[in-house]
């Protein structure tokens, strides 16, 4: 396995927007849906959009476990013509805290499947292992902290090799009870190309729980 974040190599740097809602809701004590749509703007804003609508049903299984199964439908902007795409994610959480400060790591198995009807291999997934690493500091009731690091293993690959990074730090406002907003700046690093590619994004995401 190799991991490379830094390589010197022709590459392109692009910048773009990631804006989301994240709607939660408790069916059981340890039972909860969610569901985010996404808006996602990249290629220095001339194009390349992509809108994707996310649904996951998450379990706690202690305190310091947690699983969840993800739906992602994905439409996606490719030069003229409009790529849908099919993913699903079987995640694993663990969270260790040690006072304000939690300590995560998330294993995530991914599978996608693109243009189906439209592709020779529409029919053929692409699967990866996602490796994310984060932690989040808590500095008051209102606001917190965070970093992560997150890097993809392709599966139904040749070479075991890392070809997606992506690094975040963020902070997270409390406004009520029951919502609060993140702000985040993320550097995604992608190498599953012929060229390499860096986008530096902003990204705000606004969560509410439906709860009562």
């Known amino acids: 396995m190799m991991i490379c974040p830094f390589t010197l190599l022709a590459q392109v740097n692009v910048a773009g927007m990631w804006t989301g809602i994240d709607l939660e809701k408790k069916v059981f004590n340890d039972l909860k849906i969610n569901l985010s749509p ?5 290629n220095n804003f001339n194009g390349g959009e992509s809108f994707f609508i996310d649904s996951s049903i ?33 995640d694993l959480n663990f969270k260790y805290p040690v006072r304000r400060l939690d300590l995560k790591y998330r294993a995530r198995l991914q599978q996608q499947y693109k243009d189906i009807y439209s592709s020779g291999d529409g029919f053929t997934p692409k699967s990866a292992l996602r490796n994310k690493f984060a932690t989040e500091y808590e500095i008051n009731r209102r606001f917190s902290i965070s970093a992560s690091y997150e890097f993809w293993l392709p599966i139904n690959n040749d070479k075991t090799v890392v070809n ?19 702000l985040n700046y993320v550097i995604d690093i992608d190498r599953e190309g012929k060229i390499p590619v860096n986008t530096y994004i902003t990204a705000i995401g606004y969560k509410y729980s439906l709860d009562r």
């Open 38 to 42: 996404e808006l996602r703007i990249e």
């Open 164 to 182: 997606h990074q992506r690094v975040s730090p963020g902070i997270s406002h409390t406004l009520t009870r029951r919502s609060k907003i993140d």
């Open 58 to 90: 998450d379990y706690q299984l202690r305190e310091w476990l947690s699983t969840a199964v993800h739906y992602r439908f994905i439409l996606k902007e490719d030069l003229t013509d409009l790529s849908s795409r099919h993913r699903y994610f079987l």
